[in-house]
Each structure stands twice: as structure tokens, then as C-alpha cells.
């Protein structure tokens, strides 16, 4: 055999190596990217859950604290700015993530003021809608949670070599957390003087 032969043989198997390797590394971003999607779609579904109960839950309140009118608006506008967010454009999920966040803060608002009405806290309804929420609430931490773990591999592909190579060629593009805002990391005011 020649030496140009060998030479040959040689560029042409680590072509088809790293044509191998482009392949395997494309298919690993899209499969993180997918899984990405998924976890947004967890969430949706949990969020979508959440947004179809507070209905129920604030006629129930309503029933045993009218003078909580306040907080049964802000519940109901927290509400009506989460389906906003659901069908608006632009940076759809971070929008969304903060109706949601807002949303979240009234409904613990709207648990604690009912604290104050004996007769709410021992209507079976209310007991039923209040396990409800919070088993709720654990199914959405719980997806937050995998969503930002999928999130956090998808971006660490993107921005580790050589997979890097690979993501700018085919245009990936990280992925955003699921983060809380400022207010939401601060126990909200509960008066019961007014």
C-alpha cells in the first residue's frame, strides 16, 4: 500500500467520524431542546389546572367574606392578566411565568384572609378546593423544578466545546429559566384590621 493511500484512509475514517459526532451532537441538542418544550408544557398544564379552580374558589369565598371584595378583584384580575399572557406575543413565557407569579401571591393573600372566617375554613368546598390548590401548587414547584434542570443541561450543551460548534452552526439558542420576580420572594401583607 502506498503511503497517499494510507494517507487517504486516514482523512476519509476521521471525516466520517466527525460526521458521526456532528450527527450524535445535533441530535443531543434537539432531543434537550425538546425535552425543554416539554417541561414548559408540564408547567402549562399544571398552570392551566390552577387558572380553571380559582374560579371556584373565589365564588366560595365570596359567599362567606363579601367584604373581602379587594382581594377577590385582585384574585379574578391575576387571573384575567394569566389568560392575557396565554395568547399574547413577543416573550411569551415571560410574561406568562409573571402572571403566574402574581396570580400565585393573591391566591396565598386570598388563603390567608380566609383564615379569619371560621365558617369558610370548615366548609367541606372550601377544605376540597383548598387540598385541591396546594396539591396543585406541589405539581407546579415540582415542574418548575424539572423544567430548570432541563433547561440548565440545554444550556450547558450549548455553551460547553465541542457541542458549542454544533448549536451555533444550527442556530440553538438558550433557553430561559423559570425564575421568580422580586415580589414574589417576599411573604405577602396580610391585614386582617381592614
Known amino acids: 500500500m502506498s503511503v497517499s493511500l494510507i494517507v487517504l484512509i486516514v482523512i476519509v475514517l476521521l471525516v466520517v467520524l466527525l460526521v458521526i459526532w456532528g450527527i ?3 441530535n443531543g441538542l434537539v432531543n434537550l431542546r425538546n425535552r425543554v418544550a416539554n417541561g414548559w408544557a408540564q408547567i402549562d398544564v399544571q398552570l392551566k389546572q390552577r387558572a380553571d379552580l380559582v374560579p371556584n374558589l373565589v365564588q366560595t369565598v365570596k359567599g362567606y367574606a363579601s367584604h373581602e371584595s379587594s382581594v377577590l ?3 379574578t384580575k391575576a387571573r384575567a392578566d394569566v389568560a392575557q399572557a396565554q395568547t399574547a406575543g413577543g416573550d411569551q413565557m ?3 411565568a409573571d402572571a403566574e407569579q402574581r396570580l400565585g401571591q393573591s391566591l396565598v393573600t386570598l ?3 380566609a383564615e379569619a372566617y371560621p365558617e369558610l375554613k ?3 368546598n372550601f377544605l376540597d378546593l383548598q387540598r385541591q390548590l396546594k396539591d396543585l401548587e406541589d405539581k407546579i414547584a415540582y415542574a418548575r423544578q424539572f423544567y430548570n434542570d432541563v433547561v440548565q443541561k440545554f444550556n450547558t450543551r450549548i455553551e460547553t466545546i465541542p457541542s458549542n460548534i454544533i448549536a451555533s452552526l444550527f442556530h440553538f439558542r438558550q433557553a430561559q429559566y423559570f425564575q421568580a420576580d422580586e415580589g414574589s420572594r417576599q411573604a405577602p401583607v396580610v391585614d386582617f384590621g381592614q
Open 24 to 26: 450524535g451532537a445535533y
Open 73 to 75: 378583584e385582585e384574585v
Open 94 to 96: 415571560q410574561a406568562r
Open 111 to 113: 388563603m390567608a384572609r
Open 122 to 124: 370548615a366548609n367541606q
